[in-house]
């Protein structure tokens, strides 16, 4: 889903990415990955923006929030709230922000999720990016 505001030339914004990876460098990219109960995890979400009222966001070096989710599909599983990561623009950057969210206790209820982002600014009102990206199952693991 594209991000808003979305004016050509002047203000265009969108989350562009979400995967799930491991510490031994493991992703999954926009796919399925199965976890075991209690499993740490990353997820890495990607978000761009162009023209000239992002410019001028990144020379401010603006602060920005990624905020995680986990929508429980079915029954057991309940929605969860998987975090938030906080920082700032950096001037001048050409290429996608990368922002990597650890969920070093991994999920406490097993079932299928269905993950998502959404990126907003702390003090720079109007500007939203969301995406809903790959499935993960936790089942507990077989001993």
């Given amino acids: 889903m594209a991000g808003q505001p979305n004016i050509p030339g002047f203000a265009e914004f969108d989350v562009t990415g979400i995967e799930v990876s491991w510490e031994q460098g493991t992703t999954v990219g926009n796919n399925l990955a199965i976890l075991d109960l209690n499993e740490a995890f990353n997820i890495t979400v990607a978000f761009a923006g162009k023209g000239t009222e992002w410019e001028n966001m990144q020379k401010l070096g603006l602060e920005y929030n990624v905020e995680i989710f986990a929508e429980g599909i079915g029954l057991p599983p309940s929605d969860k709230n998987l975090g938030k990561t906080t920082d700032n623009l950096v001037p001048g950057k050409q290429t996608p922000n990368m922002v990597v969210c ?31 990206g790959p499935f993960i199952q936790v089942h507990v693991e077989e001993q």
Avoid: C, D, H
């Fill in 102 to 132: 650890k969920v070093p206790n991994g999920m406490s209820q097993a079932g299928v999720y269905r993950l998502a982002a959404m990126v907003t600014f702390t003090t720079w009102t109007g500007w939203l990016g969301f995406i809903e």
